[in-house]
T-cell receptor, first 112, second 116 residues
Framework: GQSLEQPSEVTAVEGAIVQINCTYQ??????LSWYQQHDGGAPTFLSY????GLEETGRFSSFLSRSDSYGYLLLQELQMKDSASYFC?????????????FGTGTRLLVSP | DVKVTQSSRYLVKRTGEKVFLECVQD?????MFWYRQDPGLGLRLIYF???????EKGDIPEGYSVSREKKERFSLILESASTNQTSMYLC???????????????FGSGTQLSVL
């Protein structure tokens, strides 16, 4: 089986830096993904970490520590448009096939 | 531009009705998925398919079935809709060509289903 834990809500102000943590338990780990979903919108892919370390894509970075079963999404220079829900996800091997399992999401509120 | 299209944005059905949710992708992706999203519960996997005519149960398959007769189309069927199936249903697809592409899901805009 698998489980993921992330905070339900995080608040920050414009221009700040925020870190959204994700801890996971899974029977067959391949990597950690992050998705963003604005209210009323579809989830969109942000990043994927298969190896330990930090991956940077513009203002967003994602980190993975496989030994700690832990990762985080780092958002810098926050903008109002970053207000959204953020989901971490892991792949879990099931009878030889793979499925992507999502956490319950972290709602980020960015204020002026 | 890549696209996953779900047939309806909003749907209202009555208890006991048979409901079809259709999803089409234009990216020639091998993998397709059906999730439902409920407040506080995140996205839960109902069924997925990694090839035409192939299907695998996800975490919450009870009360649902799926059909994948063509590569681009993945249908979710509620055989007899119940009020606890009121939810947002999200279809997604991904390419199975590499581990990295397998990871990147493209989602449709979702169907908000209300069962009365």
């Amino acid at each position: 089986g698998q489980s993921l834990e992330q905070p339900s809500e995080v608040t920050a102000v414009e221009g700040a830096i925020v870190q959204i943590n994700c801890t996971y338990q899974t029977s067959g780990f391949y990597g950690l993904s992050w998705y963003q979903q604005h209210d009323g919108g579809a989830p969109t892919f942000l990043s994927y970490n298969a190896l330990d370390g930090l991956e940077e894509t513009g203002r967003f970075s994602s980190f993975l520590s496989r030994s700690d079963s832990y990762g985080y999404l780092l958002l810098q220079e926050l903008q109002m448009k970053d207000s959204a829900s953020y989901f971490c996800a892991v792949r879990d091997r099931v009878t030889g096939f793979q499925k992507l399992v999502f956490g319950t999401g972290t709602r980020l509120l960015v204020s002026p | 531009d890549v696209k996953v299209t779900q047939s309806s944005r909003y749907l209202v059905k009555r208890t006991g009705e048979k409901v079809f949710l259709e999803c089409v992708q234009d990216m020639d992706h091998e993998n397709m998925f059906w999730y439902r999203q409920d407040p506080g519960l995140g996205l839960r996997l109902i069924y997925f398919s990694y090839d035409v005519k192939m299907k695998e149960k996800g975490d919450i398959p009870e009360g649902y079935s799926v059909s994948r007769e063509k590569k681009e189309r993945f249908s979710l069927i509620l055989e007899s809709a119940s009020t606890n199936q009121t939810s947002m249903y999200l279809c997604a697809s991904s390419s199975g060509r590499t581990p990295a592409t397998n990871e990147k899901l493209f989602f449709g805009s979702g169907t908000q289903l209300s069962v009365l």
